[in-house]
Every structure is written in structure tokens, then in C-alpha cells.
């Protein structure tokens, strides 16, 4: 079973304009969520992270809103750039430690000039 | 600067024979991982290991086995290949045991089985 899911397969947006990439997860044990940049031919690598005791986290252009309630987190990008494009994996975590580290199926942002 | 990497980076076998994937950090990390990444499916876990001579199986764990003699090596190990474990690996490692943290990825082996 998928206990994260990214619904979206694909994203395109136009350069300069926001870009939100969403994520919800089934298992409510969570309580780690991050976000992974994943380049062709490249391992992913970190992006940003949010705590479930948090409800948004933000670094530089780059904004994770978690909504508890709903299991549901959003990855806001403002402004887009063409170099934000790739593919995103959210990836959430429970508190026995990374070995519960699910990852969704990813979503691939495409930013346009 | 430290860094993870995996060897082969392209790799083509044929069913049934048996095929190691190489992991290598510098990192001092602890926690390694290895994860099969397959379209629609994103990053699944196979197996990992807490320290040397620590090995635990993961959600996709079957036909795979690991093994840590040491710190820095997580070589994984196809004991006879199948066509459904062709796919792109990535090993990647991490500091911090609970509570999430981030984890560091090779730059992946790509591995066709025909």
C-alpha cells in the first residue's frame, strides 16, 4: 500500500510564477515530513523538511505547509526558475526512524522561461 | 568533501545470475539504506543497516541480501537475478537513527536484467 501519495505526475508553470507540488499520506504515525530535488541521472537530494509539530517551515524560495488534520503538505516554490526543474519525492518518516521513510511516486515540475 | 557512491553506474545481466551492487560514504554515517526506484512506485526500501554488522530487511527485501563489515561499505547483492528487478538502486546514508533526518543518496545504478 502507498502511504504517500502524489497525485500529480507532472507540473508545469511558467518562470517568475508560484509552484505548488502536494503530498498526502495515509499513515497518521507519521511525524517527519521532507521533500527531495531529484535531477536526471542524479541521486535526490535534500530540499526542505518540516516536524509535525510545525505547520510550515520555510527556506529561501522554497515553503513546506503540513495541514495534520487533513495529512496533507503542500512544497511551494516562489518564484519558480527554469533550474527548479525536476522531480520532486515527498517523504515522510515515524518516529522508529528512517527505516519508515515512505516516499511517494514523485511529481515532475517543469519550469518554463 | 565527503560523499556516497555507487558502482556500477550502468549494469546488464541475465536471469539468474547473481550481481553485486556497490555502496561506499565517507560520510561516518551509521544508517545506510538501499532503495529501488520504479516508475509509479517512487523510492521503496529493500534493506538497511543501523552499523557494522547490523542488516535489516525492508518493504521490497525479496532476492535482495546486504551485508556491513564495515563502516563505509553496503555492497548489495541480487543472488539470482530476475527480470522484475531490473530498475534504478540508490544506497544512501544518514546520521540521525529517530525522528527523521535527512538522507544522503549515491548517484544511483541503473540494472537491466534480460
Known amino acids: 500500500d502507498q502511504q504517500v501519495k502524489q497525485n500529480s505526475p507532472s507540473l508545469s508553470v511558467q518562470e517568475g510564477r508560484i509552484s505548488i507540488l502536494n503530498c498526502d499520506y495515509t499513515?497518521?504515525?507519521?511525524?517527519?515530513f521532507l521533500w527531495y530535488k531529484k535531477y536526471p541521472a542524479e541521486g535526490p537530494t535534500f530540499l526542505i523538511s518540516i516536524s509535525s509539530i510545525k505547520d510550515k517551515n520555510e527556506d529561501g524560495r522554497f515553503t513546506v505547509f503540513l495541514n495534520k488534520s487533513a495529512k496533507h503538505l503542500s512544497l511551494h516554490i516562489v518564484p519558480s526558475q527554469p533550474g527548479d526543474s525536476a522531480v520532486y519525492f515527498c517523504?515522510?518518516?515515524?518516529?522508529?526512524?528512517?527505516?519508515?521513510?515512505?516516499f511517494g511516486a514523485g511529481t515532475r515540475l517543469t519550469v518554463k522561461p | 568533501d565527503a560523499e556516497i557512491t555507487q558502482s556500477p553506474r550502468h549494469k546488464i545481466t541475465e536471469t539468474g545470475r547473481q550481481v553485486t551492487l556497490a555502496c561506499h560514504q565517507t560520510?561516518?554515517?551509521?544508517?545506510m539504506f538501499w532503495y529501488r526506484q520504479d516508475l509509479g512506485h517512487g523510492l521503496r526500501l529493500i534493506h538497511y543497516?543501523?552499523?557494522?554488522?547490523?542488516?535489516n530487511k525492508g518493504e521490497v527485501s525479496d532476492g535482495y541480501s546486504v551485508s556491513r563489515s564495515n563502516t563505509e561499505d553496503l555492497p548489495l547483492t541480487l543472488e539470482s537475478a530476475a527480470s522484475s528487478q531490473t530498475s534504478v538502486y540508490f544506497c544512501?546514508?544518514?546520521?540521525?537513527?529517530?525522528?527523521?533526518?535527512?538522507?544522503?543518496f549515491g548517484p544511483g545504478t541503473r540494472l537491466t536484467v534480460l
Open positions: 560520510w561516518n554515517h551509521n544508517n
Open positions: 517523504a515522510a518518516s515515524a518516529p522508529r526512524g528512517n527505516n519508515d521513510m515512505r
Open positions: 543497516s543501523y552499523g557494522v554488522q547490523d542488516t
Open positions: 499513515n497518521s504515525m507519521f511525524d517527519y
Open positions: 544512501a546514508s544518514s546520521a540521525l537513527l529517530a525522528g527523521g533526518g535527512e538522507q544522503f
